[in-house]
């Protein structure tokens, strides 16, 4: 139960992504520059991934969750934990 979320060309692709209660997202980073995916509120981050290098982060509640790239601000992706 596992969603995979590639970062490329400045995007989160799938976005929004969805997993279900207790599942994973996966993200990897496709991309030369450096990124992170970074929740809106703090309850979760990648910290900076490097070209190639793949972060999971597992979600225990349904809802969504908003994050962003805290390199590049203007990159923005949504994560929705479904039941």
Request: proline share 6%.
């Amino acid at each position: 139960r596992s969603a995979k979320v590639e970062i490329v060309d400045f995007t989160y692709n799938p976005d929004p992504v969805q997993v279900e209660t207790g599942g994973k997202v996966i993200w990897q980073n496709m991309d030369s520059a450096p990124h992170t995916a970074t929740a809106d509120d703090g309850s979760f981050d990648t910290g900076t991934l490097e070209e190639g290098k793949l972060k999971s982060e597992t979600f225990k509640g349904p809802g969504t969750y908003t994050y962003f790239c805290e390199i590049h601000p203007t990159m923005h992706g949504t994560v929705e934990v479904v039941e």
